[in-house]
């Protein structure tokens, strides 16, 4: 039997987090999200005195590549490359609900 803990972090979405709180909250090194930066994976939404911060979107994002990294084994390209696939996914079923009539 496995057993798996889920952490619930509640972020208001007008929130901002430093690189060293999305390493923290996200389980991945400062190493490992400035390759996601440079993979364009997540992005900052802003720089205060120098450091870059992100938004809630980017811990969703990291908490995906996370998973990935770990259950899967991928290095930072091809997280990104699983990333932008799941959300193009993402965008055509929305796609697809909206054009189909209601039962």
Known sequence: MRIEVTEVVRI???QTLSLAELADLSRLSEADLLEL???????????AA??????????????AACR???ELELDSHSIAVVLALLE???????QL???SPSP
């Open 68 to 70: 990935l990294k770990e």
């Open 37 to 47: 930066l440079e993979c364009g994976v997540i992005a900052p939404t802003g720089s």
């Open 12 to 14: 208001e979405e007008h």
């Open 88 to 94: 193009r996914i993402r965008r055509l079923e929305s």
């Open 50 to 63: 120098g450091r870059p911060s992100f938004g809630a979107e980017c811990l969703i994002a990291a908490r």
């Open 97 to 99: 609900r909206a054009r």
